[in-house]
Nanobody, 116 residues
Framework: VQLQAYGGGLVQAGGFLRLSCAASGSIGAYSAMAWFHQAPGNERKRVATIISGPSGTTTNYADSVKGRFTISRDNAKNTVYLQMDSLKSEDTGVYYC????????WGQGTLVTVSS
């Protein structure tokens, strides 16, 4: 399975973007998908996780994005989304998605630039 993130771009602080991560194959009804943020010169860090299992779906977020970002998924489309609201300059960077259990090869990522 290959992952391709897209939807990034240039946005002013306070604006919003919606990122999508399309998988070339099934991401499975039960899986743990996440979005990662790599700021310039920094390591890649997980910012949002969505875990789907037999008992339902749970999400969790890094403190830096809590209340501003929302992760969701559409299993029928093999796609994971990241709604990014109230963007800040520190949100600038490349965003990637991955399955945190399977650890798939990293895709190309999508660049988000937030101007202040």
């Amino acid at each position: 399975v290959q992952l391709q993130a897209y939807g990034g771009g240039l946005v002013q602080a306070g604006g919003f973007l919606r990122l999508s991560c399309a998988a070339s194959g099934s991401i499975g009804a039960y899986s743990a998908m996440a979005w990662f943020h790599q700021a310039p010169g920094n390591e890649r860090k997980r910012v949002a996780t969505i875990i789907s299992g037999p008992s339902g779906t749970t999400t969790n977020y890094a403190d830096s994005v809590k209340g501003r970002f929302t992760i969701s998924r559409d299993n029928a489309k093999n796609t994971v989304y990241l709604q990014m609201d109230s963007l800040k300059s520190e949100d600038t960077g490349v965003y990637y998605c991955n399955d945190i259990v399977l650890g798939l090869p990293w895709g190309q990522g999508t660049l988000v630039t937030v101007s202040s």
